[in-house]
């Protein structure tokens, strides 16, 4: 099982005192955190890719090739990676370079993005959303896999014997997660391929995304790769936590209140009780968090939100010294405890370097 955290890097003004972090301090935030993730014994940490205000990280290999270069054992991920808009041919090739640079330490997350003036500022029809994540990650899987390849297709122009570089180290590509929050499509695309899915759960009910996991799960099954529930699945989550649930409260709520995506609708407590988000003690995290298992199944990777809304870097290290030092190491005892042994770990570049040297 693997714990991590996810940022969308957000500029937001911090409601409790009227600051705004700049573009640059936002960014060596996202850095301190990134590092201070792997500090306190966290699996993984994955950045989202935006191109518009108030987000700032429009270049997510730019900014984890650095992270690689400060760390050591961490995973290095995206939390979305446009593949409606962007080149699969850069794709191939940044990736493969950050996993050399990072030895190996690399997977990433497909996803359409949730910003639609995005695709007219790369060239591409949001009308064509599915069809161009379809047809660009078919490309993408060959330009990893063959060493040559002769490709033609709708969105972009033909190659003819065209090479990828680098390749993939150890021949291996990184592990591809498909990310969606509403369309069963993706599911199928990750299932047909046998990747990794990612219900980022953070907004709709459980009941949507148990509906779109179990799809997943039986198309997996379906094309091959195993039983359903060896399938490969991702969650998503929040959490603001304090030794006492009281004080979480307390400190939580006018961020919650003022937040861009959230602020100004429902309340607090009508989120947390609709949605993943914990807010209070780390026996509360831990509490909520297993009941993830009860909806989805036995499940590999766990992500929180946590560094969003304003909240100020120094309460964003205080959250992860708690998760990980009194929420994560109870989480992982529980859930590698009641996983049975044919459910699968999740993949990282060893394991899948060892299961290609095996076939």
């Known amino acids: 099982m693997q714990f991590g955290i996810f940022s969308v890097g957000d500029v937001t003004t911090d409601p409790t005192n009227g600051t705004t972090p700049t573009e640059h301090e936002r960014i060596k935030a996202m850095v301190r955190i990134a590092l201070k993730a792997e500090e306190v ?36 991920s995206t939390s979305t990676t446009l593949i409606t808009t962007n080149d699969p041919v850069k794709i191939a090739e940044d990736f493969a370079m950050l996993q050399h640079l990072a030895d190996g330490r690399v997977d990433l997350m497909m996803g359409r993005g949730n910003t639609g003036p995005v695709y007219p500022w790369f060239g591409e029809d949001i009308r064509q959303g599915i069809p161009l994540a379809i047809e660009k990650y078919a490309l993408l899987r060959r330009l990893w896999r063959e060493d040559v390849v002769d490709w033609s297709g709708k969105f972009r122009t033909p190659l003819q014997g065209f090479t990828s570089t680098p390749r993939p180290l150890d021949g291996v ?16 695309q990750a299932a047909f391929y046998g990747d990794g899915f990612f219900a980022n759960h953070i907004f709709w009910p459980t009941s949507h ?29 929040q959490a603001f936590i304090r030794p006492r649930s009281q004080d979480a409260w307390k400190e939580f709520r006018p961020y919650f209140d003022n937040a861009p995506v959230y602020g100004h609708g429902p309340t607090l407590e009508e989120f947390t009780d609709q949605t993943p988000l914990t807010v209070g003690s780390p026996q509360e995290v831990i509490d909520k968090t297993l009941t993830f298992r009860e909806h989805f199944g036995d499940y590999q990777r766990q992500l929180f939100l ?11 290290l205080e959250q992860l010294d708690l998760l990980g030092s009194e929420v994560v190491p109870v989480l992982r005892k529980e859930l590698d405890s009641m996983r049975p042994a044919h459910v699968p770990e999740a993949p990282t570049h060893a394991s899948l370097v060892s299961s290609e040297a095996s076939e």
Do not use: C
């Open 41 to 76: 014994g966290l699996d993984v940490f994955a950045t989202g890719e935006h191109h518009n205000p108030p987000f700032v990280p429009s270049s997510p290999t730019t900014m984890l090739g650095y992270i690689a270069a400060r760390t050591s054992k961490i995973i290095l």
């Open 173 to 188: 590509p990184p592990f591809v997660w498909h990310g969606s929050i509403r369309s069963p499509e993706i599911a199928e």
């Open 209 to 237: 995304f148990q509906q779109l996991i179990a799809f997943y799960r039986q198309r997996f099954e379906h094309y091959g790769h195993g039983a359903a529930d060896q399938a490969i699945v991702g969650l998503g989550g």
């Open 306 to 316: 946590m560094d969003h809304a304003g909240l100020p870097l120094k309460t964003v």
